[in-house]
């Protein structure tokens, strides 16, 4: 005799904390179970099978559902957290005790969507929205692409015997974030900060080519004859020192194994800097895996990752070669606009998330690895 049903499959998302963090992050993990909701004679045969129970469905109460029984009456975990350079505090949400019936209450706030649902189930839920403030320092050599140049006040042409060699910068930024839980999955935020950074960038010119470009005679003479600064290379370093504002959004979708986690936020940002014309855009992805130490005072999670970071934006400035010694008879200024980006990608990062209570957690973060350095410090608030 054959038997024919549509299973129906209901998620139940269920909370339980954990924490990074991003720059760029501190971890929230939801837990997720999977229910398969039958009807009919589905749901006799449910009851034929060995371990399987059929109980009421507390949403509808026209259909059972088949649960598997468990030693510890826990089911098995699969999480969701959040991490990123600059991320939103998360809970430890608390399972009901093994064989109590759960506390019917009403989850009294919007988001995230389905939490009554979870409620329902006996979880407890974190606060579903935060404010945070974080600090980031960062030391990263930069590749230059893309140089036009202007001398003496005139008009920015492609150059190539203009070389740039080296260029370190060293990023800060102070951001304020806002964010919210808009399924027990799936975290959105914005960030909005100020940033600012300095640094150096090594330029080197052959003086024949620079004569050429600027029409001065001579070096086409013998030796002896022509100019000597045909014979040699003028070097220098611009100093780079920029400010401004910058704003982005992010979401996050994460998961995790009982105490272990993993997290994947996606962040972009564009900076309004003033040495460039155009705003700086970056996207940040940064996954990570980590562990959750419940202490008496709250939990620690401990992670490690990764952040793979691109980043595109056009710099100006300008440099003055003290050439009034020479045959061109006066000091050469140069007008730049240059494309500048990390030189490697990926760096590597480790951190910990202490999540004090209810509300409040703080957050520190450390990156290496490549050609990039970073630190993040962050507090976030949760109501």
């Not at 855009?281 to 952040?307: C, E, F, S």
Request: charged content about 15%; aromatic content about 12%; hydrophobic content about 40%.
């Amino acid at each position: 005799m054959q038997t024919s049903f549509v299973p129906r499959i209901r998620i139940v998302a269920m909370l339980h904390g954990v924490a990074p963090l991003s720059l760029s992050s501190l971890v929230r993990i939801i837990t997720f179970t999977c229910v398969l909701t039958v009807s009919g004679p589905a749901a006799a045969a449910a009851e034929s099978i060995p371990g399987v129970t059929a109980v009421p469905d507390a949403a509808e109460n026209s259909f059972p559902v088949a649960v598997e029984e468990r030693p510890d009456d826990r089911p098995d975990s699969i999480l969701l957290a959040y991490g990123g350079r600059v991320v939103p505090p998360m809970e430890s949400s608390r399972l009901p005790a093994p064989g109590k019936e759960p506390e019917h209450r009403v989850w009294p706030h919007a988001l995230p969507f389905f939490a009554q649902r979870v409620v329902d189930r006996g979880i407890d839920l974190p606060n579903p929205y935060n404010v945070g403030l974080s600090y980031y320092y960062g030391s990263e050599d930069r590749i230059l692409s893309d140089l036009e140049v202007g001398f003496n006040g005139g008009q920015k042409l492609n150059a190539s015997f203009v070389h740039f060699n080296n260029t370190h910068i060293d990023p800060q930024s102070l951001q304020f974030q806002a964010g919210a839980w808009l399924f027990p999955f799936l975290n959105v935020y914005g960030i909005l900060g100020y940033t600012k950074g300095k640094g150096e960038i090594e330029i080197e010119i052959p003086g024949r080519e620079l004569m050429q470009f600027l029409g001065v005679p001579g070096c086409n003479l013998g030796p002896g004859l022509r100019p000597e600064l045909c014979d040699r290379d003028l070097q220098g370093t611009a100093h780079a020192d920029y400010d401004g504002i910058s704003y982005g959004l992010g979401l996050t979708l994460a998961g995790a194994w009982k105490e272990l986690f993993f997290s994947l936020p996606v962040t972009y940002v564009e900076s309004d800097v003033s040495m460039s014309t155009t705003p700086a855009k970056t996207w940040n992805i940064a996954p990570r895996v980590g562990w959750n130490q419940h202490l008496d005072g709250g939990m620690v999670t401990w992670y490690t990752g990764g952040t793979y970071m691109i980043s595109k934006v056009s710099i100006t400035g300008s440099f003055v070669f003290p050439t009034a010694g020479t045959a061109i008879g006066q000091d050469t200024s140069m007008d730049f606009s240059i494309k500048v980006e990390p030189k490697d990608a990926w760096n590597y990062l480790a951190g910990a998330h202490w999540m004090i209570n209810r509300s409040w957690s703080i957050l520190g973060e450390v990156g290496f690895g490549g050609s990039r350095e970073d630190l993040i410090v962050a507090g976030f608030y949760r109501f």
